[in-house]
């Protein structure tokens, strides 16, 4: 089952926060994020794998909340780079689905 | 760097064809993966593997099959290609634990 991203875009002004959060109805092992560019393919930007855990990218790093089933991305200080579209992956208990199921994608788009 | 190479960027084929998409990795993966990507609706997963002549369905995997005769090749075949299979398809290699993608095949079928 996909999980849920919000929102479903966002604008930024340079220099801008943003929040984007993917939301999981089944146990987790492990979060992923990627994000992907017009015309190109998704990049692999980090993953997840304890409850809590906080990870960075750049200004970006992300959180994920075992208990809840949820994972949040943070984008700080946003530069123009970062605009693109944002996917989570979530993957089941390891052992019996090592599969991603990714969610519908959060488009950003950085202005300067 | 691992390089995942699908061999076509752009296909246009007629309904009813039998189609062949074709991925290649050169990093030794055993863990492959096929995903349609479609406008609000994000990555799906379409067939998995995770060894030679091994393969698993992801969650849509009505229309589709696959061939893994070889641990870098992974191909999807659309076996009687339909409108509605018109979409961007892309292979994927998994690194440790994040995925390297392909730079996808976009699929039209007329």
């Known amino acids: 089952q996909q999980p849920v991203q919000s929102p479903q875009a966002v604008i930024l002004r340079e220099g801008e926060d943003a929040v984007i959060n993917c939301s999981s109805s089944?146990?987790?092992?492990?979060v992923h994020w990627y994000r992907q560019k017009h015309g190109e393919a998704p990049v692999f930007l980090m993953i997840l794998l304890k409850g809590g855990e906080q990870k960075g990218h750049e200004k970006i790093s992300a959180s994920f909340n075992e208990k809840k089933q949820q994972s949040s991305l943070y984008l700080t200080a946003s530069q123009l780079s970062y605009s693109g579209t944002y996917f989570c992956?979530?993957?089941?208990?390891?052992?019996?689905?090592?599969?991603?199921?990714f969610g519908a994608g959060t488009t950003v788009t950085v202005r300067a | 760097d691992v390089k995942v190479t699908q061999s076509s960027r752009y296909l246009v084929k007629r309904t009813g064809e039998k189609v062949f998409l074709e991925c290649v990795q050169d990093m030794d993966h055993e863990n492959m993966f096929w995903y349609r990507q479609d406008p609000g609706l994000g990555l799906r997963l379409i067939y998995f593997?995770?060894?030679?002549?091994?393969?698993e369905k992801g969650d849509i995997p009505e229309g589709y099959s696959v061939s893994r005769e070889k641990k870098e090749r992974f191909s999807l075949i659309l076996e009687s290609a339909s409108t509605n299979q018109t979409s961007m398809y892309l292979c994927?290699?998994?690194?440790?634990?994040?995925?390297?993608f392909g730079s996808g095949t976009r699929l039209t079928v007329v």
């Open positions: 994927a290699s998994q690194v440790n634990y994040g995925y390297t």
């Open positions: 593997s995770y060894d030679v002549k091994m393969k």
């Open positions: 992956g979530t993957e089941g208990v390891r052992g019996t689905d090592y599969k991603l199921s």
């Open positions: 089944k146990a987790l092992y492990s």
